[in-house]
């Protein structure tokens, strides 16, 4: 936990939060992905690999599953963490580069840690436009955001140009059991 409130501190442009997120808010960000039925499974900001642990431990042993995360004392936490799974030094846009390293064209679901209210609008546009890109047709891309930040002008603007890029967008309940505590996004393509 102090080297996720150090990371805040030293890179807050890329670390959203103070402490990791819960096992509770994982389990239910997993579930609402399905990546128990998933065939390949891409994560956004794998953080100290709190989600990361939890989709391994979830999906089937034939499953894909590689994480993103551009903050290498992040990339070396999940990889400690998560030794059998694959964690790559990028960001979300390179998952295109990624999926085809593993000869696959797209993924069945997407779930992402990322800050999205502490990108510019152009940042959002282009991860989402990659998102929705590299998503199998009715897949689904899984994102939380934490009580009261959606009342900022970035998180409303997240919130309205998601239906542009997805079909079909869900709020969840609110997971109390996170510090903050959170709502999920389940956006299906």
Request: aromatic share 6%; proline share 7%.
């Given at each position: 936990m102090l080297n996720f409130a150090r990371e805040f501190i030293l890179s807050?442009?890329?670390?959203?939060?103070?402490?990791?997120?819960?096992?509770?808010?994982?389990?239910?960000?997993?579930?609402?992905?399905?990546?128990?039925?998933?065939d390949t499974v891409v994560e956004f900001g794998s953080g100290t690999g709190v989600f990361?642990?939890?989709?391994?431990?979830?999906?089937?042993?034939?499953?894909?599953?590689f994480a993103l995360e551009i903050n290498?004392?992040?990339?070396?936490?999940?990889?400690?963490?998560?030794?059998?799974?694959?964690?790559?030094?990028?960001?979300?846009?390179a998952t295109g580069d990624y999926l085809r390293e593993h000869n696959r064209d797209s993924c069945d679901c997407i779930?992402?840690?990322?800050?999205?209210?502490?990108?510019?609008?152009?940042?959002?546009?282009?991860?989402?436009?990659?998102?929705?890109?590299?998503l199998r047709e009715g897949g689904r891309f899984v994102t939380f955001s934490?009580?009261?930040?959606?009342?900022?002008r970035n998180g409303r603007r997240?919130?309205?140009?998601?239906?542009?890029?997805f079909r079909q967008v869900e709020t969840s309940r609110m997971v109390w059991r996170n510090l903050p505590p959170a709502y999920l996004y389940v956006c299906s393509k």
């Open positions: 807050p442009r890329s670390t959203g939060a103070i402490v990791p997120s819960s096992r509770g808010l994982a389990e239910t960000i997993t579930r609402a992905a399905g990546v128990q039925r998933a990361t642990e939890q989709i391994s431990k979830t999906i089937s042993p034939n499953t894909l599953f290498p004392v992040f990339v070396c936490k999940t990889r400690e963490r998560c030794p059998g799974v694959t964690v790559y030094q990028a960001g979300a846009c779930i992402s840690g990322l800050p999205w209210t502490l990108f510019s609008d152009q940042e959002q546009d282009r991860i989402l436009e990659v998102t929705a890109s590299v934490y009580l009261g930040v959606g009342l900022k997240f919130r309205r140009v998601l239906p542009m890029h």
